[in-house]
């Protein structure tokens, strides 16, 4: 008859084999994200191939591949411009409000409508490219911790007052505010925009780019409107321009402004425009 395994013996090999269970789950989602993130590189340069005029027969024969699969490369895989948002699980922060006036006589830290709607919209587009994300609301006074990778920024400095400062490093757009509320300035052109929704005009302004985190190892996206429908179409714009944002400025630091059009009545938007060009930062 074969002696028992005391039971904590047993209890000690199931946590042991878990434990290996979990890395090894851990070290397969790593290897996976690393081989589709180079995928997506490779079919980004075959595709810049492509626009410097070379055939695909003769890139086939470059890289000792038929021209089928150079074809296959190039319509498969995840998207290239995935590389935007980084190159693992998206983190939106979004600036949050307390909440007073509650049944409970509790505060609770919210996000506005406005603001949780553009993290759903931005959350879908993430999907499409194969990223995960989460949203992260950042309650008052707004101290938000920048360094850290693949983080997405909405909401104005008015409630994330420390973005404001890493804002200070644009040389060509700023937030600034007085007596008449918050604005956005282009200092190239030495323009003003003021967000018409303050005089009763369904439009907003928002502020779109690349910042640098204060560690400097690193960048974050920021995407802040005036108001909270800026924010939203902020969102709304790098969805449509996605492809053609990425070729132009890839992982390096810019801004812009573009301006957002809303109904009036339900605050959704309805189109977006951009009013400056893409600022490219010197040195970034």
């Not at 980004?44 to 150079?70: D, K, P, V």
């Not at 969102?235 to 944002?245: F, G, I, Q, T």
């Not at 402004?257 to 490219?280: G, L, M, N």
């Amino acid at each position: 008859m074969e002696p028992k395994v005391p039971k904590a013996s047993v209890s000690d090999l199931r946590t042991q084999l878990l434990q290996r269970a979990q890395s090894i789950n851990e070290k397969i989602d790593d290897h996976q994200t690393a081989i589709a993130d180079l995928s997506a590189e490779r079919r980004e340069c075959l595709e810049e191939l492509i626009s410097e005029g070379m055939t695909q027969i003769q890139i086939a024969n470059a890289l000792g591949m038929s021209r089928g699969r150079i074809s296959q490369l190039m319509s498969a895989g995840v998207r290239p411009e995935r590389a935007f948002f980084g190159t693992g699980k998206v983190t939106v922060a979004i600036g949050g409000k307390l909440e007073t006036g509650r049944a409970d006589g509790k505060s609770l830290v919210v996000a506005s409508g406005e603001a949780f709607g553009a993290y759903e919209r931005l959350a879908d587009l993430l999907r499409t490219l194969g990223l995960e994300s989460e949203s992260e609301i950042v309650p008052p006074p707004g101290l938000l911790q920048l360094n850290r990778p693949n983080l997405v920024v909405l909401t104005s400095p008015r409630l994330l007052p420390f973005v404001g400062q890493v804002l200070d490093s644009d040389p060509h757009l700023a937030f600034t505010s007085d007596d008449a509320g918050w604005y956005l300035v282009d200092k190239t052109t030495n323009t003003e925009y003021r967000s018409p929704s303050d005089g009763g005009e369904p439009v907003d302004y928002a502020y779109l780019g690349r910042l640098p985190r204060p560690d400097g190892k690193g960048t974050f996206l920021y995407l802040a409107g005036i108001h909270a429908p800026g924010t939203a179409g902020a969102v709304r714009h790098v969805e449509a321009h996605l492809p053609e944002l990425y070729r132009d400025v890839k992982n390096r630091r810019w801004s812009m402004i573009v301006a957002t059009r809303f109904d009036p009545a339900t605050r959704k938007t309805v189109d977006t425009s951009a009013v400056t060009p893409i600022y490219r930062h010197d040195n970034a």
